[in-house]
């Protein structure tokens, strides 16, 4: 499994030999593709070669490119690697109406208690309201729990002016984030034999990626603890260090299923569990992370 992100963002080509990456800038530099969990390619004068695209996909290499306001646009994610997609497919088909209420019962239930861990975490108020909120999420959210608890936390985290559709460096990099960690989830779910279109609660007809926009709920405030405690509000731009940092979060430590793993190793069990309750349609063994302060994961 790969332990290396990298983020490109002078002109560069990418190619393939002898199962190395090479990135070719002033210099060849040699990268072992089975060293690289993800690649973010935020320069438009990046090329690369067909076979290139192709090994890092068998790879289960994630790759992100970037629009020219430097914000991930697309990623390529793998089709057609996991042995019984078929199967797959038909669990992830047949689940109840019920089984999807109460899995997104348990999402929105351990999202908003993440919330609450972070505005703890960062000594802002309102936790306890926050904590209230998460006892009351019903199956399926029906008494939308999940924007009341949206609207109180991000003033809370931020400040009571703060609104997620005004364009401001927090908002830049709480999208950047948000977008790489979805890519990350996309990626295990093609993996893991999922269709991503077919969500729980998220049904866009042109959202390609609707069970990812699912799964990532309890995951966002690892992203929103790390713009609250390193991102400057006088800025006037996302810089490519914040960015450097943002993709660095897949290796954050997050606990989960009471041990403790990196972001990409929990996404990796939220996913490998899901596969097991679809099999089974029952929410009992979903894992989902739990917030912890924010540190690199170290391998035993």
Known sequence: MGFRNIYIE???????????????????ISIPVDDIDSIVIDNLQCTLTAPTISFLAENQVVLYTCNKQHMPCAVLNPLGNHSRKLVILQNQMGVTKRFKDRTWQKI????????ARCLELTSSPNVAELNQLATQVLEGDKSFRESSAAALYFRSLFDTSFNRRHETVH?????????????????????????????????????????????????????????????????KVLTSSYKRDLVSLLFTEVKIDNELHSLTNAIRKTVASYTNCCRNNTTTNLKLPELVPLRPHEYE
């Open 108 to 115: 929105i239930r351990q999202k908003v208690l993440n919330q």
């Open 171 to 235: 908002n830049a990099a709480l999208n950047y984030g948000y977008a790489i960690v979805r890519g990350a989830i996309a990626r295990d779910l093609c993996a893991y034999g999922f269709e991503p279109a077919f969500g729980i609660h998220h049904h866009n007809e042109l959202n390609a990626f609707n069970l990812a926009d699912d799964l990532i709920e309890p995951f966002r405030p690892y992203v929103d603890l790390w713009v609250a405690q390193n991102v400057d509000p006088e800025e």
């Open 10 to 28: 002078n002109p560069a080509r990418l190619s393939i030999k002898n199962r190395q990456l090479i990135i070719s800038q002033d210099q060849d």
